[in-house]
């Protein structure tokens, strides 16, 4: 099994601990600027972070509080799958009171199941410099049956807040931001009842957003916000992430809702998961694109392809081809690839995804660049490589398949294409 590894840094003693129990090799160095920064990053992997003969983790939390760092990490990965989650009863408002938390500024908490009543709010009160807040599988914001994610932060400094769960959460009924006034950046990733969701909160200065459930546990069915509270921050955002699953409440022929308008959005990321996806799964998400009439980037993910993801009809492409997007001038599709037992009525997985392409390359009178990603999502993720004569096929093949679907229409000659 392999061993969770430690790295600490601070000012003005650096303690790295890679194998046996205790805080062993205690050395000094020079200043510099990874001991000005200040961080404590504890990461376990497949095995509990509370390993036999070893510190604890709160021990890590206590040392990293005591050093005054301005990155504290707590990773405990695949908690939610493993059930290795980790408890933090010492982190009483009391104990943090005695610490100074002026220097903190990115706080990282996953597989944490309980920490006393109020550590959180102390955090947010007292962490006048805390900029990004990260929690997942935080079993400690539901304790009594429910979920109330209170942030309350009166200055300006929390600009990336990431809530994200890998398992699904029937009883969640807030997610109430009282003050976040300098919030840029707000991810939510996880799957939960959405009958019960309230969002609340000002957010004037949010400009990216993420919702979806991107990860093992699949995408979702819900939508985290309601079209009234959703309408507040929409016209504001600049950047957007959302799964192509969670679309399906807009009927794809409709113009878009007066709720729905995205008058600043440039850069648009939708995840298409096959266990979603169906034939007008992506033309039900055209009315994002219709609502957003600055777009300049689009990205597409597929996840998962090698599922079969169901027949395509052109003339379903038809139904929506007088809708132009001129602004758009690069589009991104990643995951192109054909493949484990891919093959569906009509043609290939690939044949499937490049038809998506060959519909946006045709109501995109501005595009000048389509950038496609033969790699599968799960091979990027992971590292892994392919062999020289694999890529060759994969290039060749994505070129060519292209090329067929748009020789019976009309393509721009400037449009300058990129395969990997």
Known sequence: MQQPRVQAVAE??????????????????????????????????????????????WRWVEFGLGKRVKQLSLLN??????????????LTPEFLGKQDLSRLQVLELEGVSKIPRGALDHIFSNCSSLQRLVLRDCRFLCPEGELVIRVCCPG????????????????????????????????????INPKVVEFVGELPQLREARFGGRGICGPPHYLPWSRSQFSKFAPQLE????????????PHLAPPPEWLMFENLTVLDLFIYS??????????ATVLLRAAPLLHRLSIWFIRVARPLGQWK?????????????????????????????HVVGGSARKIQLELAAYIIMNAPSLNRVLIDTRPHQQKDEGESRLPHQVDADVSGARMELETHLQSHSASPHIHFTYQ
């Open 275 to 284: 266990e979603l996806f169906s034939p007008k799964s992506f033309l039900d």
């Open 156 to 191: 300006n400094n929390l600009q990336s807040l990431t809530l994200e769960y890998g398992e699904t959460l029937y009883n969640v009924t807030k997610i109430e931001l009282v003050s976040a006034p300098g919030l840029q950046s707000f991810r939510f990733v996880g799957r």
């Open 239 to 250: 950047r957007l992430e959302i799964d192509l699953g969670i679309c399906h409440f807009i």
């Open 12 to 57: 003005p003693v650096a303690i790295d601990r890679r194998r046996g129990s205790g805080l062993q090799q205690l050395r000094r160095r020079p200043r510099s600027a990874a001991l000005e920064e200040g961080s404590l990053h504890r990461t376990g992997t497949t095995a509990p972070l509370r390993e036999p003969g070893g510190p604890s983790a």
């Open 314 to 342: 052109w003339r379903d492409l038809a139904a929506v081809s007088t809708w132009k997007h001129h602004s758009l001038e690069v589009l991104h599709l990643h995951g192109v690839h054909p493949g484990e037992d891919s």
């Open 77 to 90: 990965f695949f908690s939610w799958h493993l059930r290795n989650w980790v408890s933090l009863p010492q």
